[in-house]
């Protein structure tokens, strides 16, 4: 159960965006609902949504999506955790991957350039948030500056999503279980 509730009133752009991600997902989107506390509260949000999960990138995105789905692992966030699988099984993205992303370093079907972009997005994840260079390096290998740039911003919104919804104790809507249902 979720620690705060949503406010009485919430103005209609952010009804109507909950809605519009309702229909989309098949499931009431709690976070735009908790955030409407403040009016200015959800648009930076829903606008570094909007970009991390419709903005055009050279990173690829299994690579992004195994990123993401590794640091909301990492950090307990089952919210973010099952909206990523939805959001990588609707893309048609390798499911095997993203059940074994804690394991990378021992598991047969990462490919070294995924193992190296995951490698930096568990050292980014820490308290700390550094890479060692031997990361950076092997990284590099694989990577163009954009793409590290792009899957520092994926790991970095990730890391912002699951800082809000973790707290809160959002919990898992069940989108997975949705997206099996529909057609």
Not at 13 to 42: C, D, E, N, Q, V
Not at 50 to 58: C, E, F, S, V
Not at 85 to 98: E, I, P, T
Request: hydrophobic content about 45%; proline content about 7%.
């Amino acid at each position: 159960m979720p620690r705060v509730s949503a406010p009485s009133r919430i103005p209609w752009l952010y009804r109507l965006t909950s809605l519009a991600l309702a229909r989309r997902f098949g499931k009431p989107f709690p976070t735009i609902a908790l955030l409407s506390h403040h009016p200015a509260y959800p648009l930076p949000y829903l606008l570094m949504a909007g970009i991390y999960a419709n903005g055009r990138t050279q990173l690829n995105p299994t690579t992004k999506a195994l990123a993401s789905q590794l640091v909301a692992q990492l950090n307990g966030c089952a919210f973010c955790i099952d909206l990523g699988q939805r959001v990588a099984q609707d893309r048609g993205l390798d499911a095997r991957k993203l059940k074994w992303v804690l394991a990378f370093r021992d598991r047969p079907e990462y490919s070294p350039a995924e193992r190296a972009a995951l490698e930096y997005a568990w050292e980014a994840t820490q308290v700390t948030a550094r890479v060692s260079d031997e990361t950076f390096a092997a990284l590099n290998q694989f990577y163009t500056e954009r793409e590290i740039i792009e899957l520092t911003i994926a790991v970095a919104t990730e890391n912002f999503f699951n800082r809000l919804t973790g707290p809160l104790n959002i919990e898992s809507q069940g989108f997975c279980a949705v997206a099996e249902r529909q057609p």
